[in-house]
């Protein structure tokens, strides 16, 4: 068959079945968001796979021009538009199940006719089992969940994971990067912890407080002003080019990266933030947007973040200089408490935020920092990161600062009197 024929067929047969059904019925708002994602996740996630199977033997291309990394790019966004875009057009009508067996016998069916394109090897069905468990199940999973508007918090952690994929670890891999010395490598790695902190604690902070995520049509239903927010209006925007500034020092093709971030930023999405959040949030949005810049942080936290409490046991002797430490730095919205006087009795040092939020422990001590300034912050921030979060935690209870024996505070007991 002609080669040109087999990459035609397989690009446009999948996209314009898909073009005519969005015609026929046109999504919804979240119904976009799933496209959007699940079609993105798919791109992303077959082509590491693809790479994986020229290098592992299971398939091949023979491709002359519209490769990356030796795969036809034809190839790889027709069958994107199958499993992230047929798929999830499925999805309005059958469960998962259902449209996972029949984007599979297709798959099966059409990839040994991509001859001489594709040339199978003898595993080829190891290949496909790792595309189906790494693209087409998250990517549908990711889909189902958005449209539903369900499980925001594995949503949001797939969602990051496409981020970082998409705008970290391909452009990086299609670089100059992985090419430099070992202690270059290090450097920068220990570098991008700080953006790495920042993007992590904004896209957590539009989860727990927002009830959203970063993406525009799956966005927060409340305004978000705390964490990161309360220092920069576009904490994530801002973590990218930093990130890509740390990658332009080992391929000056990042520059460009920074330039298209920062186009992007203060261009169609500052337009796009300002409308919408003016007429959903009208007075708050407007304080908010003329106490905190886009770009550049401010030292210390919005005055106008909802405000908290830190409660922190007064007679015991490892904890009153810590309460102390805090009320010396004049926190912003935070007020430091006895335990003694907590109203429900705690056991560690807790946070607690007018919005319903609470941590406690270390994380405690982390949150509060996010009251002090930003130098605090960022510490706070790095040490609300999964792994330094739980290794701090164990430190401080080896060192002495675990929880209490008895709860600290709480209701009165009546005990009955002795004759």
């Given at each position: 068959?002609?080669?040109?024929?087999?990459?035609?067929?397989?690009?446009?047969?999948?996209?314009?079945?898909?073009?005519?059904?969005?015609?026929?019925?046109?999504?919804?708002?979240?119904?976009?968001?799933?496209?959007?994602?699940?079609?993105?996740?798919?791109?992303?996630?077959?082509?590491?796979?693809?790479?994986?199977?020229?290098?592992?033997?299971?398939?091949?291309?023979?491709?002359?021009?519209?490769?990356?990394?030796?795969?036809?790019?034809?190839?790889?966004?027709?069958?994107?538009?199958?499993?992230?875009?047929?798929?999830?057009?499925?999805?309005?009508r059958?469960?998962?199940?259902?449209?996972?067996?029949?984007?599979?016998?297709?798959?099966?069916?059409?990839?040994?006719?991509?001859?001489?394109?594709?040339?199978?090897?003898?595993?080829?069905?190891?290949?496909?089992?790792?595309?189906?468990?790494?693209?087409?199940?998250?990517?549908?999973?990711?889909?189902?969940w958005?449209?539903?508007?369900?499980?925001?918090?594995?949503?949001?952690?797939?969602?990051?994971?496409?981020?970082?994929?998409?705008?970290?670890?391909?452009?990086?891999?299609?670089?100059?990067?992985?090419?430099?010395?070992?202690?270059?490598?290090?450097?920068?790695?220990?570098?991008?912890?700080v953006?790495?902190?920042?993007?992590?604690?904004?896209?957590?902070?539009?989860?727990?407080?927002?009830?959203?995520?970063?993406l525009?049509?799956?966005?927060?239903?409340?305004?978000?002003?705390?964490?990161?927010?309360?220092?920069?209006?576009?904490?994530?925007q801002?973590?990218?080019?930093?990130?890509y500034?740390?990658?332009?020092?080992?391929?000056?093709?990042?520059?460009?990266?920074?330039?298209?971030?920062?186009?992007?930023?203060?261009?169609?999405?500052?337009?796009?933030?300002?409308?919408?959040?003016?007429?959903?949030?009208?007075?708050?949005?407007?304080?908010?947007?003329?106490?905190?810049?886009?770009?550049?942080?401010?030292?210390?936290?919005?005055?106008?973040?909802?405000?908290?409490?830190?409660?922190?046991?007064?007679?015991?002797?490892?904890?009153?200089?810590?309460?102390d430490?805090?009320?010396?730095?004049?926190?912003?919205?935070?007020?430091?408490?006895?335990?003694?006087?907590?109203?429900?009795?705690?056991?560690?040092?807790?946070?607690?935020?007018?919005d319903?939020?609470?941590?406690?422990?270390?994380?405690?001590?982390?949150?509060?920092?996010?009251?002090?300034?930003?130098?605090?912050?960022?510490l706070?921030?790095?040490?609300?990161?999964?792994?330094?979060?739980?290794?701090?935690?164990?430190?401080?209870d080896?060192?002495?600062?675990?929880?209490?024996?008895?709860?600290?505070g709480?209701?009165p007991?009546?005990?009955?009197?002795?004759?």
């Amino acid at each position: 068959m002609d080669p040109a024929l087999v990459r035609g067929v397989a690009l446009f047969g999948p996209v314009l079945l898909l073009a005519v059904l969005l015609r026929h019925r046109p999504p919804g708002r979240s119904e976009t968001a799933a496209l959007i994602l699940a079609i993105t996740w798919n791109t992303a996630a077959l082509a590491g796979v693809n790479a994986l199977a020229v290098r592992a033997g299971w398939w091949t291309f023979h491709a002359e021009g519209g490769t990356a990394d030796g795969v036809p790019v034809d190839l790889l966004l027709g069958w994107a538009a199958l499993w992230g875009g047929l798929a999830v057009v499925a999805l309005r009508r059958l469960p998962v199940p259902l449209v996972v067996g029949p984007a599979v016998w297709i798959d099966l069916a059409v990839m040994p006719l991509g001859e001489p394109v594709v040339l199978l090897g003898d595993s080829w069905l190891l290949g496909e089992t790792v595309a189906v468990l790494a693209a087409l199940v998250p990517g549908l999973l990711l889909a189902r969940w958005t449209a539903t508007g369900r499980h925001l918090l594995p949503r949001v952690a797939l969602q990051a994971v496409l981020a970082v994929s998409v705008m970290i670890v391909l452009p990086v891999a299609w670089s100059r990067v992985p090419d430099r010395p070992g202690w270059a490598l290090g450097l920068a790695a220990q570098l991008l912890l700080v953006p790495g902190a920042l993007v992590t604690a904004a896209v957590w902070e539009f989860a727990r407080t927002g009830r959203g995520t970063p993406l525009p049509y799956d966005p927060p239903v409340r305004l978000v002003t705390t964490g990161p927010y309360a220092y920069v209006r576009n904490p994530m925007q801002t973590s990218m080019a930093a990130a890509y500034l740390v990658l332009a020092a080992l391929d000056v093709r990042f520059l460009l990266a920074v330039a298209v971030a920062v186009a992007y930023g203060a261009g169609l999405a500052a337009w796009h933030e300002d409308e919408q959040l003016r007429g959903r949030y009208g007075g708050a949005w407007t304080a908010y947007r003329s106490a905190v810049r886009p770009w550049l942080p401010r030292l210390r936290p919005f005055p106008g973040t909802p405000p908290a409490v830190i409660w922190i046991a007064g007679g015991c002797d490892r904890c009153s200089p810590v309460a102390d430490w805090i009320r010396r730095r004049r926190p912003v919205a935070l007020t430091v408490r006895a335990a003694e006087d907590h109203p429900e009795g705690v056991r560690r040092m807790t946070y607690e935020r007018a919005d319903g939020f609470r941590a406690r422990g270390v994380a405690a001590w982390a949150h509060a920092a996010g009251h002090l300034h930003l130098g605090w912050a960022l510490l706070g921030w790095t040490l609300n990161l999964p792994g330094p979060a739980h290794f701090a935690q164990l430190c401080a209870d080896a060192f002495g600062a675990g929880p209490s024996a008895r709860p600290v505070g709480g209701p009165p007991v009546d005990r009955p009197s002795r004759a």
